[in-house]
């Protein structure tokens, strides 16, 4: 870290989490000849989309509980005791019995990083680190100036010069027909805009949690929930909304698992391997990391001692193996039965605080191979986003208790229901709003269902090189395509003849294009001649995907902006 006694001009481009979690180790470092402007597009510091009414409004929820969440300064249930109390009564939540296993409404946890947020500033002052907070600000372009070992920051009609700049936007949802198409919806956020009273049947693509946060909303706009003499969550449809449904599109036709105990809330484990394991792997693998090496140590290893007869299942297994072992459990039941069935061990395991290990461990792969994955092979890249990943994707969800009640109780009253349209389902515009889903059902027969009312609900994309939302910097080469080269040779000319993602190179090498820019170790920002700008980091995770396959929200921003501190 840089300790000169010249003021270091540093600029965070976004006030949400990821930009509060670099503005704490900024505070952290104790630093006074730190000097720090934040830029945030929305009057309101720390909750970024998720947390705010652009991400949620009051019925969505986190799935996350206090005992998961890195502390800032301090922790929810610590924070509670000084929160409005207006803002308490608006959730029912009671200082004097606060439950920190309990996930939390997403306004709520909003306003507690917006706090936390104040805090930081008020540390900042008391530790002479000067802060300027610039918010309802449009960042318009990022100019790097490497003549003058400067950033440039193009806000308001003004020019900001930094020699620092961490890129911390958050989520971007495109739009692609939203607005244009009558009743097609690219994503469901902001919320308040699926606040209708309709009556048909709605199309939702995807069974992610960002399809449950349609369904909560769109749910009570055209029904309601009660309990019936059971204690059991029932739903009934409103007057005027008879034809009102709602059916899930998902590729595989499951649902996303049910949130348990775990008995590692931060998801960590001190068996993972090292940076220092990775450095002598590469070095005996040809620079690559092995995909198999990691599944092996970071996953199938720990269970000798945790969980040793579900070891001796998988001990032989490979990726793929293990990934079809898992997901044929999954597809024998159908999807409502099982997410039932799941929802029984989840009580259990929440009631008995014992934990569902290998869904855990799975979890803590997923995050543990955010740093190797910019030096995996090619074809180990492909692997992990064929197979790995989806079974992943729907594991890890950790959907909420009461999201699973809700499910249910919508499925039961014949309101609820998914479909499996496989991997070459089409959404087709119609000629007068609305959609036409194309797929194949499970018999081979070839489905076209019209539908006055489609949301996208995919969640967030992986955003290619040419979505990257700074143009200045693409257009000087400051930036560059994240790409990973093929071990084989021969697998890499037999994928280049299929998929338009891998390219052939001058010396007739082959690469994978994969989502985003290129980054490394420390999230600094890779030019087109290969070389790390000191002066830029990311950690917008829309931008990239390639190489941070896995987005973990807070737990992300907690170890990648430890990782940029250090090279400040």
């Given amino acids: 870290m840089n300790t000169s006694k010249s003021k270091i001009r540093i600029a965070i481009l976004g006030g949400g989490p990821s930009g509060l979690f670099m503005f704490k180790r900024i505070v952290e470092a104790n630093q006074p000849n730190f000097e ?251 620079g690559f990391v092995s995909l198999d090496f990691v599944f092996e140590k970071d996953f199938k290893e720990i269970f000798k001692e945790k969980d040793p007869s579900f070891y001796e299942q998988i001990k032989d297994m490979d990726v793929e193996t293990f990934v079809d072992a898992m997901m044929e459990l999954r597809e024998k039941l159908p999807p409502f039965q099982l997410l039932k069935a799941e929802y029984v061990q989840a009580e259990k395991s929440i009631k008995r605080k014992e934990s569902i290990y290998w869904k855990e461990m799975l979890a803590i792969l997923s995050f543990s191979m955010n740093y190797p994955a910019k030096y995996f092979s090619a074809e180990d890249m492909l692997r992990l986003q064929k197979k790995l990943m989806p079974l992943i994707s729907i594991v890890i969800a950790f959907v909420p208790q009461s999201s699973c009640e809700e499910l249910i109780a919508l499925h039961d009253a014949g309101v609820l229901d998914i479909v499996s349209v496989g991997n070459d389902s089409e959404v087709e515009i119609a000629d007068k709003g609305g959609i036409i889903y194309h797929y194949t059902d499970e018999n081979d027969v070839a489905v076209a269902q019209a539908y006055q009312t489609f949301v996208d609900c995919v969640g967030q994309p992986h955003l290619d090189f040419d979505k990257f939302v700074f143009d200045g910097l693409k257009e000087a080469g400051a930036i560059s395509s994240a790409k990973l080269n093929f071990k084989d040779q021969e697998i890499g000319a037999a994928e280049f003849v299929d998929n338009e993602k891998v390219k052939q190179s001058e010396d007739q090498s082959f690469t994978l294009d994969v989502p985003g820019i290129t980054i490394n170790d420390h999230f600094q920002i890779v030019d087109e001649r290969g070389e790390a700008n000191p002066h830029l980091f990311i950690m917008a995770v829309p931008y990239i995907g390639g190489f941070n396959p896995d987005y973990s929200g807070i737990d992300f921003s907690e170890e990648a902006s430890q990782r940029i501190i250090a090279k400040f």
């Fill in 36 to 286: 720090v402007t934040i830029f945030e597009r929305k009057n309101q510091l720390g909750a970024g989309m998720p947390y705010s009414t652009e991400g949620a409004s009051d019925e969505h929820i986190t799935n996350v509980s206090d005992n998961e969440v890195p502390n800032f300064v301090n922790s929810i249930e610590e924070w509670v005791d000084q929160a409005p109390q207006e803002l308490l009564d608006r959730y029912q939540i009671k200082s004097n019995n606060f439950n920190e296993y309990k996930v939390l409404p997403r306004l709520f946890f909003g306003a507690y990083l917006q706090a936390q947020f104040e805090i930081l500033l008020q540390q900042a002052v008391e530790k002479n680190i000067d802060v300027e907070v610039k918010t309802n600000c449009n960042v318009d372009d990022v100019i790097y100036k490497p003549e003058l070992n400067e950033v440039w920051i193009l806000a308001d009609q003004n020019i900001f010069k930094f020699d620092k700049v961490v890129i911390a936007t958050g989520h971007n949802w495109p739009k692609k027909y939203e607005g244009l198409v009558q009743g097609y919806f690219d994503s469901p956020y902001p919320p308040a805009k699926l606040a209708l009273k309709l009556n048909h049947p709605i199309a939702l693509k995807g069974s992610s949690l960002t399809a449950i946060d349609a369904i909560r909303t769109l749910a009570r706009h055209n029904g309601s929930f009660a309990k019936n003499e059971d204690g059991k969550l029932t739903y009934q449809l409103a007057a005027g909304s008879e034809n009102f449904s709602l059916l899930m599109h998902s590729r595989n036709g499951l649902l996303p698992a049910v949130r348990f105990h775990l008995e590692d809330s931060r998801l960590r484990n001190d068996s993972l391997l090292s940076i220092e394991d990775f450095k002598q792997h590469r070095e005996e693998n040809e």
